[in-house]
């Protein structure tokens, strides 16, 4: 896809309203990177889909109980030129911080 160009921004994606992810960014339209070769398939019991490419792959999951999330695409890549990537990461540092108390 666009692995010669990683911290480049190639596609949107659109997040559930209500989900963690959307709440982490602030909005349902997100600019992302996408160089994965896989995609997947079916999610684990008790995991969501809550964010897609225009093409259906799904490139963010989450557990409604649990404090997980996860994402397809590269977000530690991203966060120099895609200041909004930064959230993902303090949302991390928030709940690691949290469990800790």
Do not use: C
């Not at 921004?9 to 659109?14: D, M």
């Not at 964010?51 to 409604?64: H, K, N």
């Not at 590269?74 to 303090?90: G, N, V």
Request: proline residues 3%; aromatic residues 8%.
């Amino acid at each position: 896809m666009y692995h010669d160009h990683p911290d480049q921004v190639t596609q949107t994606i659109s997040i559930n309203t209500g989900s963690k992810l959307a709440h982490i960014f602030g909005q349902t339209k997100l600019a992302i990177n996408s160089f994965h070769h896989q995609a997947i398939h079916r999610l684990g019991r008790h995991l969501q889909a809550t964010a897609w490419a225009e093409d259906g792959v799904i490139e963010g999951f989450e557990s409604p109980q649990q404090a997980i999330i996860g994402v397809q695409w590269h977000p530690e890549m991203l966060y120099r030129r895609e200041k909004t990537m930064d959230r993902l990461f303090q949302a991390l540092i928030n709940q690691a911080q949290g469990e800790r108390r």
